[in-house]
């Protein structure tokens, strides 16, 4: 499924519409460059499961938990991860496998660790269309 957003705004209601349909146990992979939109996106899902704290990207912790909502969240950021040993040092099967929601920001990472059946979200920009265009590409693995 691919969706075009034209405003940051529209990114946010993306990710609304996708968190107040999550599950337990769904696991969501986002690509995409810096200043892409990952955390805005990141920022609907968690209203969507009903997170009401501000959502930051988690870059130097490399996950954050989230419980008060809907279902628990768990938010991870691995851009400065070194190696997927790091990974395995913070427990991230507990979370991926669990009953929350996890949801990964730069998981091309970490392709090796991540679950078959997943969604995999790619944000894109396309300045030809705009400076707040985007091409945002869900696809469901299994």
């Known amino acids: 499924m691919i969706i075009e957003t034209n405003?940051?705004?529209e990114t946010f209601e993306l990710g609304v519409r996708i968190g107040q349909n999550c599950t337990p146990g769904e696991?969501?992979?986002?690509?995409?460059?810096l200043g892409v939109g990952k955390t805005v996106f990141t920022q609907g899902v968690a209203k969507g499961l009903k997170i009401e704290e501000p959502i930051s990207s988690p870059t130097f912790t490399i996950v954050q938990v989230y419980e008060e909502g809907r279902l628990p969240f768990y938010h991870f950021d691995v851009y400065r991860i070194g190696d997927v040993e790091e990974m395995e040092e913070?427990?991230?099967?507990?979370?991926?496998?669990?009953?929350?929601?996890?949801?990964i920001e730069w998981a091309n990472l970490i392709e090796e660790i991540l679950p078959k059946e997943r969604k995999e979200i790619v944000i894109e920009k396309d300045l030809e269309k705009g400076f707040d265009y985007r091409k945002i590409t869900i696809t469901e693995r299994k």
């Open 7 to 9: 405003s940051a705004k």
């Open 27 to 33: 696991v969501y992979t986002l690509i995409g460059d």
């Open 90 to 103: 913070i427990g991230y099967e507990d979370y991926i496998y669990g009953q929350g929601v996890c949801l």
